[in-house]
């Protein structure tokens, strides 16, 4: 790359609803689902509804959620490159076996369809595309392993998908299921990235009674539903077994970091587990990459200092559509927080930042060939 090339400003977390997704929410009497809605102004609105205790009716929801268009102007307005997008939560997890394998082969070829004819964007002496993807699979009760590696398979061929998203169930009973070893083989081979999202948080019963709309679940319910869910995968040795597996946490690891020497320790002390893992608990933190979308920059300094994590493994996110402005601005609170916060970590060099900003997403995710 040429001294003067342009760098390029990659958001590796961001949704869609694609269109086929959102006609099957709209279909649904049950959540999740969108509904439409008349507002106490008798404006039509349509809401989404995807939490099993959805406060306050849900969200309501726009073109951004599904219009390519409107991604890309979304894009423009903040000065995004490149971005790296996956269907939202809650994926295909409520379908059948059958019902789930078939939409995932469905909507990741019209991801591919939707990144292969977006716009291009170019710097120094390549020109790349200005979308790319992570495909679904159909990570559902009773489905076969066979039809989940047929979706590994489909995804590694199509040529803008450049990982998967995936929730924190497995196929049923978690990502620490003995039963998912032939996928993560799979997903390692074909050098997929796995971004690790969460949707379900923690028992609902711990909020409360109080209406706080939707600042616990997604604060902490989310958060913490990834430590938990990552912390098994580590436990349960997937990283020994598969250690070229990279995986990519949303909300930047959720509590792991700040947890991770006392989960070192607990495992030390614990006559089960001590000699279960080839390592440190520590050691399997510095091999995960993990989103920047902690809106803070001591939160950002935080979760990868000390922990042989490296800036090198963190990258820029926005998790757009969701978090808009509650009154119309220019550019989007979310966004330029998480962009001054990237800015503004203690003892990162200029490299750091636009490594965290777009080179370390070129590399992971092999975009510039
Ligand atoms: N961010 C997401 O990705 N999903 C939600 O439901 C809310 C915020
Ligand atoms: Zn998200």
């Not at 059948?96 to 939409?103: G, V, Y």
């Not at 995968?233 to 947890?259: E, N, T, Y």
């Not at 962009?339 to 900003?357: K, N, T, Y």
């Amino acid at each position: 790359m040429s001294a003067t090339a342009k760098k390029l400003l990659v958001d590796i977390h961001t949704h869609v609803y694609l269109p086929r997704y959102a006609s099957l929410l709209r279909s649904r009497s049950s959540v999740p689902k969108i509904c439409s809605v008349t507002t106490s102004d008798g404006t039509p609105q349509e809401r989404l509804l995807i939490l099993n205790h959805e406060p306050s009716g849900g969200r309501p929801v726009g073109p951004q959620y599904w219009d390519r268009e409107e991604k890309l102007k979304f894009m423009d307005r903040h000065g995004i490159d490149v971005s790296i997008v996956s269907t939202a939560n809650p994926w295909l997890d409520f379908l059948s076996a059958p019902d789930a394998q078939t939409l995932a082969s469905e909507l990741n070829n019209d991801l591919e369809q939707y990144c292969s004819t977006s716009p291009r964007t170019s710097s120094g002496n390549y020109s790349i595309k200005r979308l790319y993807g992570f495909g679904l699979l159909p990570l559902v009760p009773e489905i076969t392993t066979s039809a989940v590696l047929d979706t590994v398979n489909q995804i590694a061929q199509l040529p803008h998908l450049r990982g998967l998203i995936m929730g924190t169930k497995g196929i049923g009973k978690g990502l620490d299921d003995a039963a998912l070893d032939p996928v993560w083989d799979a997903i390692e081979k074909a050098q997929l990235v796995v971004f690790l999202h969460p949707h379900y948080g923690v028992n609902a019963e711990v909020w409360g009674e109080v209406n706080n709309g939707h600042v616990l679940p997604l604060a902490l319910g989310f958060p913490f539903e990834t430590t938990i869910a990552a912390t098994r995968v580590i436990l349960s040795g997937v990283l020994d077994r598969f250690p070229s597996l990279r995986l990519l946490l949303a909300h930047s690891g959720g509590a792991l970091p700040a947890l991770s020497s006392r989960l070192a320790s607990c495992i030390d002390h614990d006559p089960i587990v001590a000699s279960r893992l080839k390592h440190d608990a520590r050691y399997y933190l510095g091999k995960l990459y993990l989103d920047a979308v902690a809106y803070g920059p001591e939160e950002l300094g935080f979760a990868i200092l000390n922990r042989s994590i490296g800036s090198k493994r963190m990258l820029f996110g926005t998790d757009h559509p969701f978090f808009p402005p509650l009154t119309s601005t220019e550019k989007w609170k979310s966004v330029v927080e998480n962009l001054e916060a990237i800015d503004r970590v203690q003892g990162w060099s200029r490299e750091d930042i636009d490594g965290v900003c777009g080179a370390n997403a070129l590399a992971l995710f092999n975009l510039t060939q």
